[in-house]
């Protein structure tokens, strides 16, 4: 008897190479969705809504504490309340306030008709940078927040000079 070579046992081969390749590439798809899908979500959707609360939060103690029956109106020589000083020392306080959630609070940037509206800070002196990363509560943050950069100075009365 004489062997024949037989072509069809190696193209048989081909599918069953197939049959492994097939779910292995769409299980490794599969991962890399889901991954992706993780991190929109993450990126679009939590941190943004994390930095809106944490925003809202240090707001909320701002305006409490600038509210205007908290200072005691202040009289010119004239006799009649100074708005604009009232005004000034109804910062203040809430300055004063915000310094006792960070003492790196310096100071609020409010600018209307705008959503500008977010407290200032002063980063420690050996890392001026400090803040480009974190919020006010000094947690890890790609939005960072608004700071003075180590150029600024700020006297005893919280004063940028």
Request: contains cysteine.
């Amino acid at each position: 008897m004489r062997r024949v070579a037989v072509y069809e046992d190696e193209e048989s081969m081909q599918p069953r190479k197939r049959r492994i390749l097939f779910p292995v590439l769409i299980t490794l798809f599969s991962v890399i969705f889901v991954v992706s899908a993780a991190v929109l979500v993450m990126e679009l959707i939590v941190n943004p809504y994390v930095t809106d609360k944490n925003v809202g939060e240090i707001q909320k103690i701002y305006s409490e504490a600038g509210d205007t029956e908290s200072v005691a109106p202040v009289s010119s020589e004239d006799g009649t309340a100074d708005s604009e000083r009232m005004a000034e020392l109804r910062r203040r306080e809430a300055v004063l306030k915000l310094q006792s959630v960070n003492s790196d609070i310096t100071g609020w940037v409010q600018l209307d008709g705008t959503d500008i509206n977010f407290p200032v800070l002063t980063p420690p002196a050996d890392d001026p940078q400090y803040y480009l990363y974190r919020n006010y509560k000094k947690e890890s943050t790609k939005y960072g927040s608004i700071f003075l950069d180590g150029m600024c100075t700020v006297d005893s009365d919280n004063q940028v000079l």
